[in-house]
């Protein structure tokens, strides 16, 4: 009986570890789709490597006899990817007006980009105005009534 | 006498031990490489050079050569574009050099994608065939405001796929990483696919390394490059 009862959860044990997982199914690929999908810049690529230091406007002809629909402004748009990040996703004119002094030295520290800084100087800017603004509004509504 | 002798070979071994246990330092990274974009619209993109990386001053050196010349530098938060060496653009940067596919490679750290020391914690694993999968959790509150769970799979202890979500446990993107060489004893991956799920559709991106070198000690200047005024 002991001998069967331990077969049993064995089999039970092993059938846990190896039955296929939910998330397995997540990294299935179709990597002919993904190929065809990519298969007319395969070629220009080939062609690009082929011809060493070529640029896009000696391979005009070949990219529209591939009929290839190539974007426009190609590394502004990578580039953009990777730059105007502002810090925490907060823009710098934001971290001045809210945060004063303390939030012009995040955004240069964090950026070291003067045109960030800029921004955030003049949101401080903003910011002490308010200020200004709020406390003289205080004095002329009091000062009628202590004078 | 003898025994200081003994006592200082000792001691020699003992401090030069760990530097031979943990084995090879890589430090500089070098490949040719392509990325080629389809995007939902129906338009596509290409661009080829070689990339540079140098983990000492954890700066990546895009040297693009098509469609056009340019070169890209990412160095702490910046990210500056040059036209012939002139400098047409300062940008504050997404892409963190230290947070890199790059760093990671020669640190070793591909395999968990550096989520292990990073605002993520591992909520699970399973076993799939030989896929090892996990999955990870934002423990950063801010970080949970704009991103769900990471699902990843690894097979061999290398990295095979990552899959992320948004909050809402939407999928985001999907990468797959294949074809890995042994360079000098460092794993890299010399192929990677991108998906990236949008309304409209889904982007296919595949970005290809070739003739990866490591620790190389030529072309200094381009790793020493100044950026200029």
């Known amino acids: ?147 | 006498m003898r025994k200081v002798y003994c006592l200082i070979i000792i001691l020699s071994s003992l401090l030069l031990l760990p530097g031979t246990i943990t084995g090879q330092q890589f430090y500089k990274l070098k490949a040719d490489f392509s990325i080629k974009e389809k995007l939902a619209d129906g338009t596509s993109k290409l661009i080829m050079g070689k990339v540079y990386y140098d983990k000492p001053s954890e700066k990546i050196i895009y040297d693009i050569t098509f469609p056009e010349p340019e070169t890209w530098i990412l160095q702490d938060t910046s990210f500056y574009r040059l036209k012939a060496d002139k400098l047409v653009d300062r940008q504050p940067s997404f892409l963190i050099p230290k947070s890199s596919f790059f760093h990671f490679t020669l640190t070793g750290e591909l395999s968990d994608f550096g989520l292990k020391d990073g605002p993520y914690k591992i909520e699970g694993v399973e076993k799939s065939g030989e896929m090892v999968i996990s999955t990870w959790e934002p423990h950063d509150s801010k970080l949970k405001e704009v991103m769900g769970k990471v699902v990843m799979s690894n097979m061999n202890k290398k990295l095979f796929g990552i899959v992320f979500y948004n909050p809402e446990g939407e999928m985001l993107s999907k990468q797959f990483y294949k074809d890995y060489i042994n360079v000098k004893g460092c794993e890299i991956p010399t192929e990677i696919t991108q998906i990236t799920y949008l309304e409209s559709g889904q982007n296919y991106q595949i970005t290809s390394y070739r003739n990866v070198a490591i620790n190389q000690n030529e072309e200094g200047d381009i790793y020493n490059i100044r950026i200029p005024k």
């Open chain 1, 1 to 147: 009986m002991k001998s069967v009862l331990f077969l049993t959860l064995s089999f039970l044990l092993v059938g846990s570890i190896y039955a296929e997982s939910p998330n397995a199914t997540l990294f299935d690929i179709n990597e002919d789709l993904v190929e065809a999908q990519v298969a007319d810049l395969t070629n220009l690529e080939n062609y690009v490597l082929a011809n060493e230091g070529v640029t896009l406007n000696e391979v005009r002809n070949f990219v529209s006899d591939e009929d290839l629909n190539l974007s426009e402004n190609m590394l502004d748009n990578f580039a953009a990817v990777m730059a105007d990040h502002p810090v925490a996703g907060i823009p710098s004119f934001l971290w001045g007006c809210v945060l004063g002094p303390v939030g012009v030295a995040i955004v240069h520290f964090s950026e070291e980009n003067k045109e960030e800084t800029k921004k955030a100087l003049w949101g401080c800017g903003a910011y002490g105005l308010v200020i200004v603004a709020y406390w003289v509004l205080i004095y002329a509504t009091w000062a009628p009534f202590y004078y």
